[in-house]
């Protein structure tokens, strides 16, 4: 493919003005008539597109191509998207080769938009007259044939020169088009174009075209090695959190890239033959899941049967640098789940609200647990928009669900998107859908967005926090006139769908500061329920271990476990920034790790070393008293730890501090 391009170039470059007057001359007989065939000056390739221009009525007197991307955009797509981080870099590296050699090379995404340009200053500020710099949009159907286009239309590296261009303005310029593909799927991410003065045309700036191209995609790759070692740590995470468990990690096509002997014995399947594989087509019902959880954001915890193999699957995206970057699967057979559920329905489907939480299952007897409740209740029962509160771990979702559950909608579909979980690109389409053809890569269908899925039920929108401000807006149109717009699509469609949103920020500090609309604030904020943090919840803290630990034990075959009263006092006292979710996962730990009946402070993890905290007005106090006055008073008060630190003068910090040092000292004595 590289080359005939090659070959046309040799062409060009032998006579470029006389190709140029002869091309222009059927340029402008075939722009002027309404006959279809060019004539024999013009390269097929491009009087191809020539008709596709002309039945797609693209405008050949066009000045300049539309802009797509505002500066903030442009901004957040160079931050934290793959292609704009790789891209920028590469280019940079390049710019000096261009910079006074009369050309400019530009980046542009799989939608045909530029998203980054470097090179030869002159050169830069004539094509900007075309827009033919960051933001413009340079598709086909945007501004006909030129080097990007060609690049994203066909797949190869090729070029337009002069007169090939469909639009006039861009008759004075070559444009060399090269592709950029992932390096895992294989799809075209993006194109690299380098562009010049149509007489200057020359193999030497398509070659750096092309290794341009090949060098972003090279970065490309190492910054996906670099996701597959941190999924790859998520997996052994797993293994250590579920050892009893089948235990699956996908990438982000579904393609199965670990799993552990026991998943493969789940399903009765051969480990090796399964590595590798797409799981939509080696075990078909775990992929219907897997695109549910990955097109919703959330985590699916459902239940499925292959074979004879009856499941209960967790299903969670693995977020990395701020994006899903694959799936971890936790396998479990149902005889050893008891609150296993049957499989959702597909997306848009109605779900049943007995697979979702209810405000019985919101655990805990405090006034601050109580409070939120009592709001919530009154939320469910008036079909408003709901605002959850709370920092992350309190259990927002579980709000949301319940309220749901209680509502005149539980009959009606709950969907979930995780705002946070969505790349910038996808949050329009996501959330109203798209027309068949849209943009590069959507399907030949198009697609529902999350606002029709949830058409007469509920959609939670979780960390509304994470929204681009552009789209804020547009979310807030939909809220006030209940019509969405699919993308590429001029029809209106009325949705019934109610609104949950919840943020683990102070939407209020984000107004005041701009990164928050205040309309959209005021227009969610119209019942605001705060989901209290567990160091808010003291009284329910040991009935939560309690009953995690129970929980897991009984799964795992074992006996209960026992907490001796330093280690209930210590649990209170412990601040919990990562509120009941973090609690769990100590729960997860100690059900696994404690040897014995009983759980003692040396059993905390070294993380927790804080816990409790140390007060500093104690350190004087605590070398004064020595740990066997303090195992006395303790053995004297029953472990009473209050009565002992106001028996001696100390606090509970050091007492607990002493223990736990005194307890690792025996320990590391008898290693």
């Not at 717009?485 to 500061?513: K, Q």
């Not at 009983?598 to 993380?607: A, G, H, K, M, Y």
Request: proline share 5%; hydrophobic share 40%; net charge neutral.
């Amino acid at each position: 493919m590289l080359a005939a391009a090659r070959q046309e170039i040799d062409l060009l470059v032998s006579d470029p003005r006389r190709i140029a007057v002869e091309v222009r001359r059927q340029w402008e007989t075939f722009v002027g008539s309404m006959d279809n065939d060019p004539g024999g000056s013009v390269r097929p390739d491009i009087a191809s597109r020539w008709r596709w221009c002309r039945e797609h009525c693209v405008d050949p007197r066009m000045e300049k191509a539309p802009i797509d991307l505002s500066p903030e955009m442009l901004a957040e797509l160079l931050a934290k998207e793959d292609l704009g981080i790789a891209g920028k870099e590469i280019l940079g590296d390049f710019a000096q080769a261009v910079h006074h050699a009369g050309h400019i090379i530009v980046l542009a995404d799989a939608r045909g938009r530029i998203l980054h340009a470097v090179g030869d200053p002159g050169v830069r500020n004539a094509v900007g007259d075309l827009n033919f710099h960051e933001g413009g949009l340079w598709s086909e159907e945007a501004a006909g044939p030129n080097g990007i286009s060609i690049a994203l239309t066909t797949g190869r590296t090729g070029l337009v020169f002069g007169p090939e261009h469909f639009v006039e303005a861009c008759h004075p310029w070559v444009c060399y088009g090269s592709p950029v593909r992932d390096p895992v799927t294989g799809v075209m991410v993006g194109a690299v174009d380098i562009s010049g003065r149509a007489q200057d045309v020359g193999l030497a700036a398509m070659d750096l075209t092309v290794a341009v191209a090949r060098s972003v995609e090279r970065m490309l790759t190492g910054r996906s090695l670099i996701r597959r070692h941190a999924l790859i740590a998520e997996y052994l995470s797993a293994l250590r959190r579920w050892p009893s468990d089948g235990v699956m990690l996908l990438d982000e096509t579904g393609r199965v890239i670990e799993i552990n002997p026991r998943g493969a014995q789940i399903f009765r399947r051969d480990l090796r033959l399964l590595l590798g594989q797409q799981i939509a087509t080696a075990i078909p019902e775990l992929g219907e899941i897997f695109q549910l959880s990955w097109k919703t954001g959330g985590t699916q915890e459902t239940a499925t049967q292959h074979s004879d193999a009856h499941v209960h699957v967790h299903c969670s995206p693995v977020i990395i640098e701020s994006r899903p970057a694959g799936s971890l699967m936790i396998l479990r057979p149902i005889e050893q789940h008891a609150t296993a559920v049957s499989l959702p329905r597909p997306v848009g489907a109605r779900l049943s609200s007995r697979r979702l939480a209810t405000f019985g299952d919101i655990l805990g007897d405090s006034q601050a647990i109580a409070k939120a409740l009592r709001i919530a209740e009154i939320a469910a029962g008036s079909g408003k928009t709901v605002l959850l509160i709370g920092e992350t771990g309190t259990g927002k979702e579980l709000f949301a669900q319940a309220v749901h559950s209680a509502s005149s909608r539980s009959a009606g579909a709950f969907v979930a998107v995780n705002c946070a979980a969505l790349p910038r690109d996808l949050f329009e389409s996501e959330l109203f859908g798209y027309a068949p053809g849209a943009f590069t890569g959507a399907r030949r269908d198009g697609a529902h967005g999350s606002f029709e899925q949830a058409d007469g039920g509920t959609l939670f929108l979780d960390e509304i926090s994470s929204m681009p401000l552009d789209l804020q807006s547009k979310l807030l149109r939909v809220l006030e006139t209940k019509v969405v717009t699919r993308l590429g699509c001029a029809t209106p469609r009325y949705v019934d769908a109610r609104v949950i949103a919840a943020s683990n920020e102070d939407l209020t500090a984000l107004v005041a500061a701009g990164r928050f609309r205040a309309d959209l604030y005021y227009r969610l904020n119209v019942l605001s329920v705060r989901v209290p943090p567990l160091r808010e919840r003291p009284e329910d803290i040991l009935f939560f271990v309690k009953y995690f630990l129970a929980q897991e034990r009984q799964e795992s075959g074992l006996p209960p476990l026992l907490l001796s009263r330093p280690v209930q006092e210590a649990l209170v006292l412990f601040k919990w920034p990562g509120n009941v979710r973090e609690l769990k996962n100590l729960c997860e730990r100690w059900a696994i790790q404690v040897v014995g009946r009983e759980v003692t402070l040396n059993d905390f993890p070294s993380e927790m070393n804080s816990v409790p905290p140390t007060a500093p007005a104690d350190r004087s106090e605590a070398r004064a008293i020595g740990s066997d006055e303090i195992t006395a008073a303790l053995e004297k008060s029953g472990h009473n730890v209050s009565a002992v630190a106001r028996a001696l003068g100390i606090s509970r910090a050091t007492i607990y501090n002493r223990l736990r040092s005194t307890a690792r000292h025996r320990t590391s004595r008898r290693d």
